[in-house]
């Protein structure tokens, strides 16, 4: 990332990757931080429910093939999915969806406003306007694919990066839990040996995913799987010639017998999933990382890799103190190409009615621009629900700029918890009161078509 990022973004980066790594020790986690969820799983009951020989399923650089007893072949290819998406570092909902009809627009933001008639209009409210970056986004919203909430947060918001980002992944304003609001989704509903129900895309666990119970896996790359040996060549492909052989054989011990079922299925997936990483897309997507990890997904949901949820970072960062302009747009540009691109494929899969995206961020940036040309920390972002099914309608109005907070940040006008049960009981089918603390009091915006 090329913008200048606060000491808070960055620590908060470092505190989560190293948390996210399975087997190592945490950092220091500063007084009043919240650990990052999954933490509070101890290494031993880590590995005693890894089933197998892949026990890395948390931060592991390969998916475990091991550690599923379902396998591909019973995997549902009627189950819905939902796709998370993180803006991660704050994106400014203020450029995303610029009030470009605002009279106080162009006074706090002299530099950095966009001209009216830059981007397209945004056509259930006319005094916003689309980011000409999110041209993407714009063509899917005019389809009636994309649900917009321009003003979202929660009440008394925090600006840290770190702990902002803990409640929309906990579902909760409590930083004493250790799961995420999707790990207890899949706690409740997962299989105790398919690590794929919860993905996490970027190479290490996704806090929003981690679960107390139910194994989880995380992958870098989407061009291939294999299994991972510290032994190296020649000896691991001896090894992995072995554990057929070893998997067959019998024992009176349970837990000798857990290992060779584990053993069996290893020798059994590693075969069926040679091919997984071998994809073609008749749609032409970005040439970017972020896209291509999109057209894989596209590809393992084609394949029927037995996935509940799935976690992904949009393109670059968005903690833009200064510079930011050229690094918003580039950024934007490439999440929502690829997006675009994503449900395209989907459709011509046939796959669109099984897919949801939620797109969302920890919080918006401050409407007054600062000395530096960026905007700093501020309360109510934007978010999204992208999809065929997908009610495509603005959820809570832009407030305005006339009337900010105490803190002179844009107002809020939904609740992020609103969304999350409404995705939860609308289109998992869930009961949001298992999942979300105090969710009878919150509003259900109507997301699913």
Same mark, same amino acid.
């Given at each position: 990332?090329?913008?200048?990022?606060?000491?808070?973004?960055?620590r908060?980066?470092?505190?989560?990757?190293?948390?996210?790594?399975?087997?190592r020790?945490?950092?220091?986690?500063?007084?009043?931080?919240?650990?990052?969820?999954?933490?509070?799983?101890?290494?031993?009951?880590f590995?005693?429910?890894?089933?197998?020989?892949?026990?890395?399923?948390?931060?592991?650089?390969?998916?475990?093939?091991?550690?599923?007893?379902?396998?591909?072949?019973? #995997?549902?290819?009627?189950?819905?999915?939902? $796709? =998370? %998406? @993180?803006?991660?570092? *704050?994106? /400014?909902?203020?450029?995303?969806?610029?009030?470009?009809?605002?009279?106080?627009?162009?006074?706090?933001?002299?530099?950095?406003?966009?001209a009216?008639?830059?981007?397209?209009?945004?056509?259930?409210?006319?005094?916003?306007?689309?980011?000409?970056?999110?041209?993407?986004? #714009?063509?899917?919203?005019?389809?009636?694919? $994309? =649900? %917009? @909430?321009?003003?979202? *947060?929660? /009440?008394?918001?925090?600006?840290?990066?770190?702990?902002?980002?803990?409640?929309?992944?906990?579902?909760?304003?409590?930083?004493?839990?250790?799961?995420?609001?999707?790990?207890?989704?899949?706690?409740?509903?997962?299989?105790?040996?398919?690590?794929?129900?919860?993905?996490s895309?970027?190479?290490t666990?996704?806090?929003?995913?981690?679960?107390?119970?139910?194994?989880?896996?995380?992958?870098?790359?989407?061009?291939?799987?294999?299994?991972?040996?510290?032994?190296?060549?020649?000896?691991?492909?001896?090894?992995?010639?072995?554990?057929?052989?070893?998997?067959?054989?019998?024992?009176?011990?349970?837990?000798?017998?857990?290992?060779r079922?584990?053993?069996?299925?290893?020798?059994?997936?590693?075969?069926?999933?040679?091919?997984?990483?071998?994809?073609?897309?008749?749609?032409?997507?970005p040439?970017?990382?972020?896209?291509?990890?999109?057209?894989?997904?596209?590809?393992?949901?084609?394949?029927?890799?037995?996935?509940?949820?799935?976690?992904?970072?949009?393109?670059?960062?968005?903690?833009?103190?200064?510079?930011?302009?050229?690094?918003?747009?580039?950024?934007?540009?490439?999440?929502?190409?690829?997006?675009?691109?994503?449900?395209?494929?989907?459709?011509?899969?046939?796959?669109?009615?099984?897919?949801?995206?939620?797109?969302?961020?920890?919080?918006?940036?401050?409407?007054?621009?600062n000395?530096?040309?960026?905007?700093d920390?501020?309360a109510?972002?934007?978010?999204?629900?992208?999809?065929?099914?997908?009610?495509?309608?603005?959820?809570?109005?832009?407030?305005?700029?006339?009337?900010?907070?105490?803190?002179?940040?844009?107002?809020?006008?939904?609740?992020?918890?609103?969304?999350?049960?409404?995705?939860l009981?609308?289109?998992?089918e869930?009961?949001?009161?298992?999942?979300?603390?105090?969710?009878?009091?919150?509003?259900?915006?109507?997301?699913?078509?």
């Open positions: 990332m090329s913008h200048d990022c606060c000491n808070d973004y960055t908060s980066q470092l505190l989560r990757s190293a948390a996210a790594e399975a087997g020790g945490l950092p220091a986690i500063e007084p009043g931080m919240p650990e990052p969820a999954g933490t509070g799983l101890s290494r031993r009951r590995l005693s429910r890894s089933a197998g020989l892949a026990l890395a399923v948390y931060g592991a650089s390969k998916i475990p093939l091991s550690a599923f007893e379902t396998g591909i072949a019973h #995997a549902a290819g009627s189950d819905k999915i939902l $796709v =998370s %998406v @993180f803006f991660d570092g *704050g994106i /400014d909902a203020l450029s995303v969806l610029a009030p470009v009809g605002d009279p106080k627009y162009t006074t706090l933001r002299p530099k950095l406003a966009q009216p008639g830059a981007g397209t209009s945004f056509s259930e409210d006319p005094t916003l306007q689309w980011h000409p970056a999110a041209a993407g986004l #714009a063509t899917l919203h005019e389809e009636g694919k $994309v =649900s %917009v @909430f321009p003003a979202i *947060g929660y /009440d008394h918001p925090d600006e840290s990066h770190f702990t902002s980002r803990h409640y929309y992944e906990i579902g909760e304003l409590d930083v004493g839990f250790h799961t995420g609001w999707l790990g207890r989704y899949l706690d409740a509903v997962g299989d105790e040996e398919n690590p794929l129900q919860g993905l895309m970027d190479g666990l996704s806090p929003m995913i981690a679960t107390a119970e139910k194994p989880v896996a995380s992958i870098d790359s989407v061009d291939g799987y294999d299994l991972w040996s510290a032994a190296g060549e020649p000896v691991d492909k001896e090894m992995f010639k072995s554990f057929a052989k070893f998997g067959s054989l019998g024992s009176d011990s349970p837990a000798m017998n857990q290992v079922r584990a053993t069996s299925q290893t020798d059994k997936l590693r075969t069926e999933l040679a091919n997984v990483g071998k994809f073609n897309s008749q749609i032409t997507y040439d970017n990382y972020f896209a291509h990890k999109l057209e894989g997904l596209a590809a393992y949901i084609a394949f029927g890799l037995p996935m509940r949820v799935v976690t992904i970072r949009a393109a670059g960062g968005y903690d833009t103190h200064s510079g930011q302009a050229e690094d918003l747009e580039r950024n934007l540009r490439e999440t929502c190409e690829g997006l675009l691109a994503f449900q395209r494929d989907l459709e011509k899969r046939g796959l669109a009615d099984r897919v949801l995206v939620e797109v969302w961020s920890e919080f918006g940036r401050r409407p007054e621009e000395g530096s040309e960026g905007t920390h501020g109510a972002g934007c978010a999204f629900v992208i999809g065929s099914k997908s009610k495509g309608e603005m959820v809570g109005e832009f407030p305005g700029l006339e009337k900010l907070d105490g803190n002179d940040n844009l107002r809020v006008t939904s609740d992020f918890r609103g969304m999350y049960c409404s995705l009981e609308q289109w998992l869930f009961d949001a009161a298992a999942i979300i603390p105090g969710a009878s009091g919150f509003a259900r915006p109507t997301l699913v078509a």
